[in-house]
């Protein structure tokens, strides 16, 4: 059995046209189509009754990676609490590496997006931190902190590769035993993704917590508890189609992996939406785990990469119906 790979994280817009575009300009993602789901089969999978979105991706520059925007038609996102932090509890930001930090810094400039403190570190390794137009946090990272122990790029002119997902978390023992028992994911070690003086980037000035990073395959999933600030929980009646970072997903090369990974995380504690949801192109399911996050197990049919935002849009008359519909 392979490895999991982490092969996506899934954002919930308000506004999803407007968040894709942001992230191509800012960063020079490509646009990888986009779909509508909805429906009792939809429903099985995301856990929402009468459920109907439209879902737009991105690419980066490795290989079995996506950003999935979702846009909620019905039922409609709750947006994010107005004095939500860094430290409360969800998924709460994400990293890139960028191929030239200069030029993104310029980039946002000419988006109006402010960077919340002027970048860290000296060059070579700066850092900073900006809010996307949906208020979700994006790390700028000048070094890769995989360095040479990234994936091969599949799209090496690409500028940016997601290098991280942070998970802030209640109890880091149990998020542990979860991400690796339940999910397979190693630890890293020899890796260090932040020191303590970064947390000023995302608002937190010396905060005290503890970390944990996770081997995501060409990322890093970083589970984070903090102590002081607290995480405050989710608010009363969260649910994943509420404005945010809704879930990331492991992804797997075979329908045997995707089984065999789905059978262990049921036995270790995680609860099914329901039964896997096979449509020829992938198979899916979303399971909520012990402490109430949602993960996506998926197995997307490389022949079908095209159809599932999983390669750049073509630019063939149908890939601009199928990207303005999706």
């Known amino acids: 059995m392979s490895e999991p790979l982490v092969c996506q994280v899934a954002f919930v817009a308000l506004n999803g046209k407007k968040l894709r575009k942001w992230y191509e300009q800012a960063f020079g993602f490509l646009c990888a189509g986009g779909t509508v789901f909805a429906g009792p089969l939809t429903t099985r999978v995301q856990g929402i009754p ?9 690419v980066d520059s490795k290989d079995l990676f996506q950003v999935e925007i979702f846009e909620y038609w019905s039922p409609k996102s709750k947006p994010r609490r107005p004095d939500w932090q860094a430290c409360d509890i969800g998924y709460s930001r994400v990293g890139l590496h960028v191929a030239d930090f200069d030029r993104a810094i310029r980039n946002l400039s000419a988006l109006g997006a402010r960077p919340l403190t002027e970048p860290l570190g000296s060059r070579g390794a700066r850092r900073l931190c900006v809010r996307d137009p949906e208020g979700n946090l994006v ?20 500028p940016v590769a997601v290098r991280s997902v942070t ?10 035993r979860t ?7 190693a630890e890293v070690r020899g890796v260090k993704l932040h020191e303590p ?10 905060a005290d917590k503890d970390a944990v990073l996770l081997d995501g395959g060409g990322m890093l999933l970083e589970l984070v508890e903090y102590r002081n600030p607290a995480g ?7 649910r994943i189609c509420d404005q945010g970072i809704m879930n990331v997903a492991l992804g797997f090369r075979s329908k045997e992996d995707f089984d065999h990974a789905f059978a262990r995380a049921c036995n270790r504690g ?22 109430g996050f949602s993960v996506e197990l998926l197995y997307p049919r490389p022949w079908a990469f095209r159809l ?19």
Request: net charge positive; proline share 12%; charged share 25%.
């Open 179 to 185: 991400w690796t028992d339940a999910f397979g994911l």
């Open 167 to 176: 998970l802030s978390v209640p109890d880091l023992g149990t998020a542990r």
């Open 197 to 206: 003086e970064h947390e000023c980037l995302w608002g937190l000035p010396g």
């Open 50 to 58: 009468r459920v109907a979105n439209v879902c737009r991706w991105l």
């Open 270 to 291: 995680c609860r099914p939406n329901g039964a896997p949801l096979d449509i020829g192109v992938f198979k899916v399911m979303y399971v909520t785990d012990p402490q």
């Open 308 to 326: 599932t935002g999983f390669k750049p849009s073509p630019s063939w008359p149908w890939s601009r119906r199928a990207s303005t519909r999706g």
């Open 139 to 158: 790390e700028l990272m000048e070094d890769d902190p995989l360095g040479g122990r990234g994936l091969p790029k599949a799209r090496p002119e690409v």
């Open 232 to 238: 405050r929980p989710r608010p009363e009646g969260y």
